[in-house]
T-cell receptor
Framework: SQQGEEDPQALSIQEGENATMNCSYKTSINNLQWYRQNSGRGLVHLILIRSNEREKHSGRLRVTLDTSKKSSSLLITASRAADTASYFCALRMDSSYKLIFGSGTRLLVRP | EAQVTQNPRYLITVTGKKLTVTCSQNMNHEYMSWYRQDPGLGLRQIYYSMNVEVTDKGDVPEGYKVSRKEKRNFPLILESPSPNQTSLYFC????????????FGSGTQLSVL
């Protein structure tokens, strides 16, 4: 499968802790994006990292990309209850504009 | 406000009864797409459109039709719905150039009995 494999499938942490979720893939990519989905609502774009980038930051989010290992991680620092959601990685292959989504990580942040 | 508007939010229908899910965006995006989301399977692309009158199949197009007569609208048509099309559907449009950000609608939960 070309889609990203996300790990873990589910994660439960205490408010204030950091949350790390990972995405691995098999083919070469042009970019990798992370999206958040709140309980069955539409996905919201969080961050995009290109294949020639290794790390990007956006507020409390930090994304890394290791193209040699074909993996990416999303770190949410100082988590809040409002961060409770599902998080998806989406891959854009070199040969296509199509985005292929992983099956997601469900994050629960306990107050 | 920039947004993608989908309607209806919930729809219950019976097998074989034609239905249309509407999608409209106000951002003048050329690219629009439909996805379905099923538990454990992530989002799978049904159809996409690169511009007006240009549509193409995604990964799971069987049983669906689309049209793109105007840039802002991209309706999804189920001519003869079946129970295996029970799913959560999302429309999305994409910002142009290097941004490539997808903007999603709020979703349509479809149940086919």
């Amino acid at each position: 499968s070309q889609q990203g494999e996300e790990d873990p499938q589910a994660l439960s942490i205490q408010e204030g802790e950091n949350a790390t979720m990972n995405c691995s893939y098999k083919t070469s990519i042009n970019n990798l994006q992370w999206y958040r989905q709140n309980s069955g609502r539409g996905l919201v774009h969080l961050i995009l990292i290109r294949s020639n980038e290794r790390e990007k930051h956006s507020g409390r989010l930090r994304v890394t990309l290791d193209t040699s290992k074909k993996s990416s991680s999303l770190l949410i620092t100082a988590s809040r209850a409002a961060d409770t959601a599902s998080y998806f990685c989406a891959l854009r292959m070199d040969s296509s504009y199509k985005l292929i989504f992983g099956s997601g990580t469900r994050l629960l942040v306990r107050p | 406000e920039a947004q993608v508007t989908q309607n209806p939010r919930y729809l219950i229908t019976v097998t074989g009864k034609k239905l249309t899910v509407t999608c409209s965006q106000n951002m003048n995006h050329e690219y629009m797409s439909w996805y379905r989301q099923d538990p454990g399977l992530g989002l799978r692309q049904i159809y996409y459109s690169m511009n007006v009158e240009v549509t193409d199949k995604g990964d799971v197009p069987e049983g669906y039709k689309v049209s793109r007569k105007e840039k802002r609208n991209f309706p999804l048509i189920l001519e003869s719905p079946s129970p295996n099309q029970t799913s959560l559907y999302f429309c999305a449009s994409r910002s142009p150039g290097g941004d490539e950000k997808l903007f999603f609608g709020s979703g349509t939960q479809l149940s086919v009995l």
